[in-house]
């Protein structure tokens, strides 16, 4: 009863940006903290960033920190994903996630996706 529908997603040169959103419909009541996570063939899926419910708190992935920054409108019941200075190990699909836990660093119950929005990089 919660849709999660990503966009942003594209081609563009390293050392670039992209910003990648996220629209819930539904029952967004059940949502609580929102991230993003990411995955390559042959790999599981990785978490990205995080952001609790308040918007008052954030995590990052280190492999992104300083790099990324997530935010949200909960009046719009979005979440965002700024990706400056990417690299080529940055392609992989990106995936919106919702979580009921409205305090958890990296969501680790997650019960709601995306579909997913492509991101490439090239060098």
């Known amino acids: 009863q919660v849709q999660l529908v990503e966009s942003g997603g594209g081609l563009v040169q390293a050392g670039g940006s992209l910003r990648l959103s996220c629209t819930a419909s539904?029952?967004?009541?059940?949502?609580?903290?929102m991230g993003w996570f990411r995955q390559t063939p042959g790999k599981e899926r990785e978490f990205v960033a995080g952001?609790?419910?308040?918007?008052?708190?954030?995590y990052y992935a280190d492999s992104v920190k300083g790099r990324f920054t997530i935010s949200r409108d909960n009046a719009k019941n979005s979440v965002y994903l700024q990706m400056n200075s990417l690299k080529p190990e940055d392609t992989a699909v990106y995936y919106c996630a919702a979580d009921p836990r409205p305090n958890i660093p990296q969501l680790t119950t997650v019960a709601y996706w995306g579909q997913g929005t492509q991101v490439t990089v090239s060098s």
């Open positions: 539904g029952r967004t009541y059940s949502i609580g903290s």
């Open positions: 952001i609790w419910l308040s918007g008052g708190n954030t």
